[in-house]
């Protein structure tokens, strides 16, 4: 049996599901208590969800103030009307930008919408972590994800897992989140090493994309949390 992943005191890592497209899954997450629901309103990914769906099935789901998980709602260099149009069918906690979006962007996102942004960060090496710095005066939270391969036809939910190591002994200047290529089987050894407050899963919990696997996400978050 190894060492209890949380050290006495630390907090356990919050849990964000995403991706999200129908009841099953999202009751699972919202039943197994993960902190976050991704919904993905990019339409070329297999997860998309308009702005109609992800209001049918935020239906009945508890607010946060109700002791329900935040809804976050994932965009790629989306423009205003994209935002305003799935402003005006769900409430969103979160906005989470996913793709090229500049400083500046994150910063009048924020402001216009009056909501929490999380901006995603490509990670493939050294290098990358050095744009954190523009992003953490402006973004709420950060998701630090692994870079696309060439061939991807999506900024994310790509199964591709970074390498971990290079945020051994990693501090950021805002909360953060793990992303990319986690699972059940290896999510734990992903907080033990980068000591990540926050992961992120999609791919590592479905049987099919976009079709979540109740009992891969049951099991993730259980792996998360030591029990
Ligand atoms: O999930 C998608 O299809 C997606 C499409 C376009 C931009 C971002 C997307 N997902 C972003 C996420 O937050 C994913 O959870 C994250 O990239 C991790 O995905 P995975 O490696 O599949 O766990």
Redesign the pocket.
């Known amino acids: 049996m190894s060492a209890p992943l949380i050290k006495t005191g630390m907090s356990a890592p919050l849990i964000k599901i995403?991706?999200l497209t129908e009841e099953d899954g999202l009751d699972a997450a919202v039943e197994a208590g993960v902190d976050m629901i991704?919904f993905?309103f990019?339409p070329r990914?297999?997860?998309a969800v308009t702005p109609a769906q992800a209001a049918e099935l935020l239906d009945g789901v508890p607010y946060p103030d109700e002791g329900g998980p935040l809804r976050v709602g994932?965009f790629?260099d989306p423009d205003d009307a994209t935002l305003e149009a799935v402003f005006n069918a769900v409430r969103l906690d979160l906005i989470?930008l996913?793709g090229n979006e500049t400083p500046e962007r994150v910063e009048a996102v924020r402001f216009e919408f009056g909501c929490e942004v999380m901006k995603?960060l490509p990670v493939g090496g050294p290098a990358d972590l050095a744009a954190v710095g523009a992003y953490a005066d402006v973004a709420d939270r950060l998701?630090l994800?692994a870079r696309p391969p060439a061939d991807a036809d999506?900024?994310?939910?790509?199964?591709?897992a970074f390498d971990w190591s290079l945020l051994e002994g990693w501090e950021s200047p805002v909360p953060w989140m793990l992303?990319?290529?986690?699972t059940p089987e290896t999510v734990e050894a992903a907080v033990r090493l980068t000591n990540a407050p926050g992961v992120?899963?999609?791919?590592?919990v479905e049987r099919l994309p976009g079709i979540k696997d109740p009992e891969r996400i049951a099991r993730f978050v259980r792996a998360v949390r030591g029990v």
């Open positions: 995403c991706g991704g993905v990019f990914s297999p997860r994932l790629v989470q996913h995603a998701l994800d999506r900024p994310g939910g790509n199964a591709q992303a990319g290529g986690l992120d899963v999609s791919s590592g």
